[in-house]
């Protein structure tokens, strides 16, 4: 599909402001996936604060396997490259990002926010988008982060089946933001999270993160490594760790290939 938005990195920049500088943006019509160029921009050497952002993606990765359909215009997805200290821990990660999400959406009047741990931003208990964290070695052995960030501006009936779970956009809270200022706002507000998250880790953003837990004290099953358990859903800690209550006690799960399912009534 060809895409034919257009996208215009100048009136991105202009609304970075002073943030500008601490960027550099580059615009594909067309690509595979975002993250998998930027994951191959970061082994040549790009900085922190490289961003690619592209109109329609032909093979956009989701987490635990799965692929993001995107429609021309109809969604923002982007990828950033952030390099980290090789000291550094990165649990909590994709969690701090939503939370610089939903922080960068309410600024532009966005009401109905929630985030489902560990990865996905909610409109009225259905997905809006999506982050995807991957992680290579840079050449010093610093954390080379690549973020990847899918939001949809606009509903797609068409493509429902294709996508297979109830999902949001921006629409139906009235006219979505452009696209060049939706980016500059989440790239500003990433900037304050990522600088904070280098320094201390996800510690001090786990009372911010905790009012938009969609999840909390929700009956759930939770997947991990083919282990199926069940219990109430918890709160998180200092790394990020999502807390399940459980019969035998409470257990502990680490984000990455895990799957968070409420239990239907």
Same mark, same amino acid.
């Given at each position: ?130 982050? =995807?964290?991957?992680? *290579? ?8 982060? %690549?973020? #990847?960030?899918?939001?949809? &501006? !606009? ?83 200092? =790394?990020?760790?999502? *807390? ?8 502990? %799960?680490? #984000?990455?290939?895990?799957? &968070? !399912?409420?239990?239907?009534?």
């Amino acid at each position: 599909m060809a895409a034919t938005a257009s996208f215009d990195l100048r009136r991105v920049r202009d609304a970075l402001g002073e943030q500008a500088s601490r960027f550099d943006v580059d615009h594909l019509a067309q690509c595979d996936s975002t993250n998998t160029q930027l994951l191959a921009r970061a082994q040549r050497g790009s900085g922190s604060g490289t961003v690619l952002v592209a109109d329609v993606q032909s093979a956009g990765r989701g987490r635990r396997g799965r692929s993001w359909v995107s429609i021309p215009g109809g969604n923002l997805c982007f990828s950033l490259l952030w390099r980290f200290a090789a000291q550094q821990r990165l649990e909590g990660l994709s969690l701090v990002v939503g939370l610089a999400i939903v922080r960068a959406l309410q600024s532009l009047q966005v009401s109905g926010l929630s985030l489902k741990w560990p990865n996905d931003i909610l409109l009225d208990g259905r997905k809006l988008g999506g982050v =995807l964290v991957e992680v *290579a070695q840079g050449a010093q052995g610093e954390w080379a982060v %690549v973020i #990847g960030i899918g939001l949809n &501006l !606009r509903q797609a009936p068409d493509l429902a089946e294709e996508i297979a779970q109830p999902f949001a956009a921006l629409s139906e809270c009235g006219e979505p933001p452009a696209r060049e200022l939706l980016l500059a706002a989440v790239l500003r507000a990433l900037l304050d999270v990522l600088e904070a998250f280098a320094r201390e880790g996800f510690a001090p953003f786990v009372e911010a993160w905790m009012p938009w837990h969609a999840m909390l004290g929700a009956e759930v099953t939770v997947e991990q490594h083919g282990l199926v358990r069940h219990g109430r859903c918890g709160g998180v800690d200092a =790394l990020g760790r999502l *807390a399940i209550d459980m019969p035998e006690g409470q257990v502990f %799960v680490f #984000g990455g290939e895990v799957s &968070l !399912r409420r239990v239907q009534a």
